[in-house]
């Protein structure tokens, strides 16, 4: 069975600018979760999407949106970029049997952003 | 708000030795998992303890939850190069949200 997908691995933006990272879950999860990862901040949860409805969300300004499609594939927008925003994104997604906590996640490779 | 923590942050240790992290949260959690990180790849699933005082083992690896359900351990008995990485523990808020704690970073010398 094939791993979570994400594109594109790499990017390079410029402040102001905005991108949309895509990713794509193991066949069969309906649940797709988003994270950023800093070395100063750690990994922090952004949101959690199921059957196309955002059913979480972490604390985490509004330039940053996400939507899922109906083949459970996400996408991640994130609007006017700060040079804070330069991370990680991580993708992952989850048969959420149960609730969302309960479930292992299987990540993506990640996409890394540069905000220059 | 909920925390989640963990000790050491760093640990450099002799290929052979021991290595136990620690995870501490604010709060009772429902559930605990566990996750090694590579360097430059992505998080890997290790583990998940439900029940309060279970104890799991995964060959080398033996993973705690604490009787209160607020702390967890990862102990790695005589560690090997292919355990270099960093571990998290993560835990569900109060609102079904995944809190990640920041991880131990583990160095074996060879």
């Known amino acids: 069975k094939a791993g979570v997908t994400q594109t594109p691995r790499y990017l390079i933006k410029t402040r102001g600018q905005q991108v949309t990272l895509s990713c794509s879950p193991i066949s069969g999860h309906r649940s797709v979760s988003w994270y950023q990862q800093t070395p100063g901040q750690g990994l922090q949860f952004l949101f959690e999407?199921?059957?196309?409805?955002?059913?979480n969300k972490g604390n985490f300004p509004g330039r940053f949106s996400g939507r899922q499609f109906s083949n459970s594939r996400s996408e991640m927008n994130v609007s006017t970029l700060e040079l804070g925003d330069s991370a990680l994104y991580l993708c992952?997604?989850?048969?959420?049997?149960?609730?969302?906590?309960?479930?292992?996640?299987?990540f993506g490779p990640g996409t890394r952003l540069t905000v220059l | 708000g909920q925390q989640v923590m963990q000790i050491p942050q760093y640990q450099h240790v002799q290929e052979g030795e021991d290595f136990t992290t620690y995870c501490n949260s604010s709060?009772?959690?429902?559930?605990i998992q566990w996750y090694k990180q590579r360097p430059g790849g992505h998080p890997v699933f290790l583990i998940q303890l439900v029940k309060s005082g279970e104890v799991k083992k995964q060959k080398r690896l033996t993973f705690q939850f604490g009787e209160a359900k607020k702390n967890s351990s990862l102990h790695i008995t005589a560690t090997q190069t292919t355990d270099v990485g960093t571990y998290f523990c993560?835990?569900?808020?109060?609102?079904?949200?995944?809190?990640f704690g920041p991880g131990t970073s583990l160095s074996v010398i060879p």
């Open positions: 709060t009772t959690l429902s559930n």
């Open positions: 993560a835990g569900p808020t109060s609102y079904d949200k995944v809190i």
């Open positions: 999407y199921f059957s196309e409805t955002q059913r």
């Open positions: 992952a997604s989850s048969l959420a049997i149960r609730t969302y906590s309960y479930n292992e996640q299987f």
